[in-house]
């Protein structure tokens, strides 16, 4: 079930304790002005109520990935009247994961799990003029014909603050948000500089080097779904097209 932020502030909206502390949580982030968030569209998205949340249970249960299909289904419908700075926000309840706290890439190969299990259960084709293949510059992940950039926090972040998040949380922003925001167009390349500056300023690391526009010939948009805290990747994307030969 998605919320606006409006629905998720009134008190008459009951939440579980994790699913009011996980939204505080990102309140806070999203509000800070000592150590302001990086993302200037996500703050505009926040501020101006064009965001839809939703809660995902323990993203290791087998339902998880229905749960999430489901959010992208309803989301995707309502996505293009929610705001020029939209995104889908999940938090996840991973609260029994820090009683034996998961390592990064624990969480790595839990957010491709269950975004693959996730794609698993779309029933609609992939967008024709979107590359199955992750190593080609056109591939951006999709659910319902609709190609989202993936984003995902973890608390296992300890150096790369702009992806660290007492939960896990995962973020999907349609595509179209980016038609200008690109290498093309002035406000593009001033938006990129300004948010690499805070990025800068934000994490307690260089900005990580897979950071690039989509399209471009050497841009592979998985590798920034998942940033690790420090400057390596994983050397092949672990998404599985249902069309694609499963990896062994």
Not at 119 to 141: K, M, N, R, V, Y
Not at 200 to 215: F, I, M, N, Q, T
């Amino acid at each position: 079930m998605l919320h606006t932020k409006e629905e998720i502030e009134n008190p008459k909206t009951s939440l579980e304790k994790w699913q009011e502390l996980a939204y505080t949580a990102f309140g806070d982030m999203m509000t800070s002005r000592e150590h302001a968030y990086p993302c200037v569209p996500g703050i505009q998205g926040y501020t101006n109520g064009m965001l839809r949340f939703g809660f995902l249970e323990d993203p290791r249960c087998s339902s998880a990935p229905k749960q999430l299909a489901a959010l992208l289904k309803e989301y995707g419908k309502v996505s293009r009247e929610a705001g020029r700075y939209t995104s889908l926000v999940v938090f996840c309840d991973t609260a029994s994961l820090l009683k034996d706290p998961l390592t990064i890439k624990d969480y790595e190969q839990l957010f491709w799990s269950l975004l693959n299990q996730t794609h698993a259960l779309d029933e609609t084709d992939w967008p024709g003029d979107i590359s199955q293949d992750p190593e080609d510059p056109s591939w951006e992940f999709c659910f319902d014909g609709e190609p989202y950039f993936a984003f995902c926090a973890t608390p296992a972040h300890i150096k790369r603050n702009s992806r660290s998040f007492p939960s896990m949380l995962l973020a999907f922003q349609p595509r179209w948000v980016f038609e200008d925001i690109n290498d093309s167009t002035i406000y593009g390349r001033r938006l990129k500089n300004v948010i690499r500056k805070r990025l800068a300023d934000y994490d307690d690391l260089p900005v990580h080097p897979s950071l690039k526009w989509y399209g471009q010939q050497d841009n592979h948009e998985w590798e920034q779904y998942f940033l690790r805290d420090d400057d390596s990747s994983l050397p092949e994307c672990p998404f599985l097209a249902k069309s694609r030969s499963l990896r062994p």
